[in-house]
């Protein structure tokens, strides 16, 4: 049973390492809102979970499929879900039969060695949350959830159901308005939320080098998205503000929580500066955009 679970988290790691390649190559595009890119950062998740997909003829893994890999179908009546068998080493699926002896026991102590690591580092990573949140209960409370602290060297919402904003000591009261804006758009869209199914899927998928690029690149996409909302309430004067604010709060990154000064900082700082808002009819067109790119990429190859 082990063995047949890690067949198949071994074939979506590969569908999931696609598809976090094509957002990957997107993010070079510069005219894409930061916020599109985030949001399409949920494509390579929900492929290193969902091991199977509505069938589509204009699908990436139709394209795919010509050349490698072996679809399979689930559901025969409409929408047609198959699978993907990237591996190609079993000659049937439910339950897995290898092609060969030797494929059966490679897989019978991979899947062992795969679930003790796995386990050990969603172990580590809850130990260590549970760790920080222990060290912040001496925060001061200044107001609402906002509270500050001298544990921590920059801003972060902290928690998941009851967020809390924290801020260090030494940070100027100046700043801390900005810091507030920040954080809230975080609370906002549950980013922390996303920060922890993100760190899980990276620790489920830890044998995969890219899982750990992505979930990297995935931050600082967060971070991107989040100024760029906080820019939309912003006028010249106060984008520069905002500006010198990250640059005094560039050191703070964290797996857990929203970290104010997470991302780098450099790449920000250009993106503040040159921040220009959309139009209805370009927030339109980008849209669309991420729509079929969504149906590209989300969707299976066809029999």
């Not at 409409?78 to 490679?106: C, H, R, W």
């Not at 690149?217 to 989040?226: G, P, T």
């Not at 980008?286 to 969504?294: C, D, E, N, R, S």
Request: hydrophobic letters at 50%.
């Amino acid at each position: 049973m082990l063995s047949e679970i890690f067949y198949w988290v071994l074939n979506i790691s590969i569908l999931g390492s696609i598809s976090g390649l094509v957002v990957l190559s997107l993010r070079k595009i510069k005219t894409l809102p930061r916020f599109a890119i985030y949001v399409l950062w949920v494509l390579p998740l929900i492929r290193f979970w969902l091991p199977f997909g509505i069938a589509n003829d204009y699908s990436l893994l139709s394209l795919i499929s010509r050349f490698t890999t072996r679809t399979v179908v689930i559901w025969e009546e409409l929408p047609q879900l198959t699978t993907t068998n990237s591996i190609m080493g079993a000659k049937g699926y439910f339950p897995i039969e290898y092609k060969t002896d030797l494929l059966e026991n490679v897989f019978n102590v991979a899947s062992l060695v795969w679930i003790i690591v796995c386990c050990a580092a969603i172990l580590t990573s809850v130990l260590l949350y549970f760790f920080t949140k222990s060290e912040l209960k001496s925060a001061e409370l200044i107001r609402g959830n906002i509270y500050k602290s001298d544990r921590i060297i920059a801003p972060a919402v902290y928690g998941i159901i009851r967020p809390k904003i924290i801020i260090p000591t030494a940070i100027a009261d100046g700043d801390i308005d900005y810091i507030i804006l920040h954080e809230q758009v975080h609370i906002a869209r549950r980013d922390n939320l996303f920060r922890v199914v993100a760190v899980i899927t990276a620790c489920v998928h830890w044998f995969n080098p890219l899982s750990w690029i992505f979930l990297k690149y995935f931050f600082a996409d967060m971070e991107l998205a989040c100024d760029a909302k906080v820019l939309k309430s912003l006028d010249e004067n106060q984008t520069k503000e905002y500006a010198l604010t990250i640059l005094t709060c560039a050191s703070g990154k964290t797996f857990f929580a929203s970290a104010f000064g997470g991302a780098k900082t450099k790449v920000r700082i250009e993106n503040i500066l040159s921040y220009k808002k959309l139009t209805i009819l370009s927030s339109l067109c980008f849209a669309a955009l991420v729509v079929v790119i969504t149906v590209i990429i989300i969707t299976n190859a066809t029999v």
